[in-house]
């Protein structure tokens, strides 16, 4: 049983920079694909940012290219998310996501889910 928990959320202001870690459990990182995604209150959960299972792709929501950085640390089986320029529309409870396979942006693809940690982003 694969189990991810997520960490490092908080409040800054706009601007400022941010990173998110995800802890994977019960398997090995290095065997699954990883992903960010993000809901604010009153709206879907959207696709952030994805991992492939060996690290050497990576793709990005149009929203936060340039601006936010996946990456994993296979040996610590921890995935991280780094938002630099943060914006307050960058507001919402981020979720780690893993699956079996290629990445995807599509959530329904994702087997595994964290709890999701808070980032709020005040102007």
């Known amino acids: 049983q694969v189990q991810l928990v997520e960490s490092g959320g908080g409040l800054v202001q706009a601007g400022d920079s941010l990173s998110v870690s995800c802890e994977v459990s019960g398997r090995t990182a290095s065997n699954l694909a990883m992903a960010w995604f993000r809901q604010a209150p009153g709206k879907e959960r959207e696709f952030v940012a994805a991992?492939?299972?060996?690290?050497?792709?990576?793709y990005y929501a149009d929203s936060v290219k340039g601006r936010f950085t996946i990456s994993k640390d296979n040996p610590k089986n921890t995935v991280y998310l780094q938002m630099n320029s943060l914006k307050p529309e960058d507001t919402a409870v981020y979720y780690c996501a893993a699956r079996d396979g290629g990445i995807w942006s599509d959530p329904k693809k994702y087997n595994y889910w964290g709890q999701g940690t808070q980032v709020t982003v005040s102007s």
């Open positions: 991992i492939s299972w060996r690290g050497r792709s990576t």
